[in-house]
């Protein structure tokens, strides 16, 4: 196993899992006034923490979270039920599919066409009907408990912009248009700040399809 595989990736993963439960559980409670400023900070803060819950599960698609397989995939799965009830397997494999393929047809994230044709693809291509309606699910059992408006600002809309998070900064900024190098990806310019509110690092994408073992919190040393 690679060094940086120690218990590192399941602490820093458990941090990420629990800054998430411990925001929404509060923000469930939270008095919702659409005048205070504070209240559309949480919705990013938790859009962030949601984007989290994926970068932690791309990262056990790597098997950087834990060096025991068995442990790492399941905090994938956690963080994939958690996000919005994915399966991890069906990510796992769309995912090795799109570094094995990337930038061509047979490329699941890739689509020819502009920003808003190509993210719906993305979404089609992941959510399926079932996961609707689970989520529908969910969300009408915790409306008996938990006011509507909390579950629409702090649960299904910071989801919701976790996805454009997710694509504009990991898929449509590093593979749209045409690239020279092998990995066919652009990189977002040096900025460790930025990379990390932008998306966990993602946006230096190069130096994740070159180094795909790297965990997030390690890529940005690979930016020179």
Not at 36 to 46: A, D, R
Not at 67 to 89: M, R
Not at 108 to 119: A, E, Q, R
Request: net charge positive; glycine share 6%; charged share 10%.
């Amino acid at each position: 196993m690679p060094k940086h595989q120690s218990n590192t990736g399941l602490i820093i993963a458990l941090i990420v899992i629990g800054l998430w439960l411990s925001s929404i559980i509060n923000l469930m409670t939270w008095q919702v006034n659409l005048q205070n400023p504070v209240l559309y900070l949480m919705i990013l803060i938790q859009m962030h923490l949601y984007t989290g819950l994926f970068i932690t599960a791309h990262d056990a698609m790597h098997g950087t979270v834990s060096p025991k397989p068995t442990l790492n995939n399941f905090i994938g799965q956690v963080c994939t039920a958690l996000y919005a009830g994915f399966p991890f397997s069906k990510l796992y494999d769309k995912h090795h599919k799109h570094h094995k393929h990337v930038h061509t047809e047979l490329d699941p994230d890739y689509h020819k066409g502009n920003f808003v044709s190509w993210y719906i693809s993305f979404i089609k291509e992941y959510l399926s009907w079932w996961q609707l309606v689970l989520m529908a699910l969910i969300y009408n059992v915790l409306k008996l408990w938990v006011a509507e408006v909390n579950l629409i600002l702090f649960w299904v809309l910071p989801s919701l912009l976790s996805t454009l998070q997710l694509f504009y900064f990991g898929t449509w900024l590093p593979h749209h248009g045409e690239h020279s190098n092998k990995h066919q990806s652009g990189t977002q310019s040096k900025n460790h700040l930025l990379a990390f509110f932008a998306c966990y690092f993602f946006g230096y994408h190069y130096e994740h399809h070159d180094s795909p073992g790297t965990p997030w919190w390690k890529l940005w040393k690979l930016k020179h």
